[in-house]
Nanobody
Framework: QVQVVESGGGSVQAGGSLRLSCVVS????????IGWFRQAPGKERQWVAG????????YYSDSAKGRFTIAQDNAENTVYLQMNSLKPEDTAMYYC?????????????????WGQGTQVTVSS
């Protein structure tokens, strides 16, 4: 059974940076694909970025391109989301999700395993 645990959230001012971590345990073989999502109060869950398990290809939402970077450290079983140039609209609970057969990284139902989330708050 795969488990994912997020950490690294916090409060920063606009323009600042944070690095979120997603530790993956219980994986089999090359491990699952990983996606990062976020959800702000009163809003729908929004996909942020993803990394494909078979080749490490990275995917980004339009809001993340140029500011966020997803990276994986297989030795540490950890996937990172480096977030730079943060804006108040990036404020949300950020979730890590894992799935072995993810075809569309932006679709939440493609993922089987979810973490509890880590809060990111960006002040203006």
């Amino acid at each position: 059974q795969v488990q994912v645990v997020e950490s690294g959230g916090g409060s920063v001012q606009a323009g600042g940076s944070l690095r979120l971590s997603c530790v993956v345990s219980g994986k089999q073989g090359r491990g699952p694909s990983i996606g990062w999502f976020r959800q702000a109060p009163g809003k729908e869950r929004q996909w942020v970025a993803g990394v494909r398990n078979i080749d490490g290809h990275r995917y980004y939402s339009d809001s993340a391109k140029g500011r966020f970077t997803i990276a994986q450290d297989n030795a540490e079983n950890t996937v990172y989301l480096q977030m730079n140039s943060l804006k108040p609209e990036d404020t949300a609970m950020y979730y890590c999700a894992a799935g072995y057969y993810v075809a569309d990284f932006s679709v939440a139902s493609e993922y089987n395993f979810w973490g509890q989330g880590t809060q990111v708050t960006v002040s203006s």
